[in-house]
Each structure stands twice: as structure tokens, then as C-alpha cells.
């Protein structure tokens, strides 16, 4: 079945980076959370760096509401790690291995015929539902800022018009 907005995020379990150390990291693990779970390409690349930090350092605002961020590649879990020691200093949230490309398929975000995965980035909810989705090409970042106000959106569970943002009027409940 494909993945659909509307319909419960596909679950998984992946090795992953968490705060230097490699450890298990499951969806299932932050049921009741917000998940804002995004793909990128490769570590080693141009663009990556800069969604990584630029995430890394909102990491606070979307814990503020009540969201977990995750992150996942199809990099081993030693490449996060000499990454990490290499550019960044280390993460503030799990950066995952999807050595098999399974939870990238399961996604609709590998491109098979290069072994990697698009910028996908998608919003679930406290239930486990996929709430939002947006997946592109490898060549443009994504914006925090908007992430953040799309996860604030559908926080209001209500109504939201065209440029909406936190503070502003909704069209009330739908």
C-alpha cells in the first residue's frame, strides 16, 4: 500500500546516532509525540550539511511543541558518527540508518537507480498518522521555518488558510 497522508506513518526500526552513542531507534518509540521525520541524500554532500544544522539548531522550538526530529539517511551508522565528529560536533536529535533502504522505499523516497533518497519530509502526529508529506529533489534545501509552520497548523487541528501563521485567525474547525 502507498503512503498516504491520512493513514498511519509506516513503523521501523533503525540503527541510529543518538548523542555520539549507536543505539535502536523506533517510530513506535515516540508515540505520543509530534514526529517531524526528514530524508536526505548523503552525509558527504553539500546541501545535507546545511538541512542537518539548520535542523540542529531549531531543534529547541520544535521541542517546544512537543515534536520529535528525526533524521535519515542511507549512510551507516559509522559514517553518522565520523560525520558528526567531522562537521557538526554531534546532533540534538537521532540520525538514522537505512542501510537497506527498506524505510526509504516504504516512504516513496529512494531513487533506486542511484541508491539514495529524495528530501522527503514528513509530519506525524501524537497517533501515528502521516499529516504532512513533501518530498523533492536533491538539489534544494528545505526551510525550518516553514516546517515549523506547518507542524504549528496542524497543531490548531483547525482550519488554516493559504500563509497562515502561529497567532493569526483560522477558519475555525473543519
Not at 8 to 13: E, I, K, L, N, R
Not at 40 to 47: A, G, I, Q
Amino acid at each position: 500500500m502507498a503512503i498516504q497522508v491520512t493513514r498511519q506513518a509506516p513503523d521501523f526500526t533503525l540503527d541510529a546516532v543518538v548523542h555520539g552513542e549507536i543505539t535502536k531507534v523506533s517510530l513506535s518509540d515516540y508515540d505520543g509525540k509530534w514526529v517531524v521525520l526528514f530524508f536526505y541524500p548523503l552525509d558527504f554532500t553539500f546541501v545535507c550539511p546545511t538541512e542537518l544544522t539548520g535542523f540542529n539548531e531549531a531543534v529547541e522550538r520544535f521541542h517546544k511543541l512537543d515534536a520529535e526530529v528525526l533524521a535519515v539517511s542511507v549512510d551507516s551508522v559509522h559514517a553518522h558518527l565520523a560525520w558528526q565528529q567531522g562537521r557538526l560536533g554531534g546532533l540534538k536529535f537521532p540520525q538514522l540508518s537505512d542501510l537497506t533502504r527498506e524505510v526509504s522505499r516504504a516512504y516513496a523516497v529512494l531513487v533506486e537507480e542511484k541508491g539514495y533518497s529524495l528530501r522527503g519530509l514528513f509530519v506525524i502526529d501524537p497517533q501515528g498518522v502521516l499529516k504532512y508529506m513533501t518530498v523533492h529533489d536533491e538539489n534544494v534545501g528545505r526551510s525550518v521555518d516553514e516546517t515549523l509552520r506547518v507542524l504549528e497548523a496542524l497543531q490548531t487541528g483547525e482550519l488554516c488558510p493559504l500563509g497562515w501563521h502561529p497567532g493569526e485567525k483560522t477558519l475555525g474547525k473543519g
